[in-house]
């Protein structure tokens, strides 16, 4: 089944404006986790939230997760132009071995000053 | 801040050739993993690696694909003969693997450009 599909697929905001993505998945997890990537580069890791938090925050990202409807969601706050990358959401899915993650499509964020 | 790092960052090599990619994963981390990326489609597992043996390994991994932890700090993944298919960008990652699942973070490198001629 798949996991982790985002949603938009595509975002262009303006500099010091909110991005907000979302992230569904269909299986029970132990925790979702949040990656940036650069185009062409590796995948940065954002943040973990584990299936029995609910809310969570770092800096400027804040991540929600809602294990009733398997959902998620990431908030950057006042985005720069150096927050335009592409965001994946990745479960680790109860069900799977430890560390195999499946990840969405992803958003890609662009940021215009 | 310790990171995983890959080599090289691109290789191109020609159908049916091998191809070997290099990671050195954090240090104190027990769990590997080896994930790809073609381009434009989702990131996608390949291997997980602990104890020196493979924990799980996906479809995509078939005969032609092998891992090893030759020393004790380097991951390699090899493609016996390489297709045009096998063009992807190539994830190494890690874990310590000695907290609970649930606050357990995956770390990837900068990944390996692959391409097949």
């Known amino acids: ?113 | 801040e310790p990171e995983v790092t890959q080599t090289p960052s691109h290789q191109v090599t020609q159908m049916g050739q091998e191809v070997i990619l290099r990671c050195v994963p954090i240090s104190n981390h027990l769990y590997f993993y080896w994930y790809r990326q073609i381009l434009g489609q989702k990131v996608e597992f390949l291997v997980s690696f602990y104890n020196n043996e493979i924990s799980e390994k996906s479809e995509i991994f078939d005969d032609q694909f092998s891992v090893e932890r030759p020393d004790g700090s380097n991951f390699t993944l090899k493609i016996r003969s390489t297709k045009l298919e096998d063009s992807a960008m190539y994830f190494c990652a890690s874990n310590r693997g000695t907290v609970s699942r649930s606050g357990n973070t995956i770390y990837f490198g900068e990944g390996s450009w692959l391409t097949v001629v």
């Open chain 1, 1 to 113: 089944s798949q996991q982790g599909e985002e949603d938009p697929q595509a975002l262009s905001i303006q500099e010091g404006e909110n991005a907000t993505m979302n992230c569904s998945y269909k299986t029970s997890i132990n925790n979702l986790q949040w990656y940036r990537q650069n185009s062409g580069r590796g995948l940065v890791h954002l943040i973990l939230i584990r299936s029995n938090e609910r809310e969570k925050h770092s800096g400027r990202l804040r991540v929600t997760l809602d294990t009733s409807k398997k959902s998620s969601s990431l908030l950057i706050t006042a985005s720069r132009a150096a927050d335009t990358a592409s965001y994946f959401c990745a479960t680790d899915a109860e069900t799977d071995s430890w560390g195999k993650l499946q990840f969405g499509a992803g958003t890609q964020v662009v940021v215009t000053p």
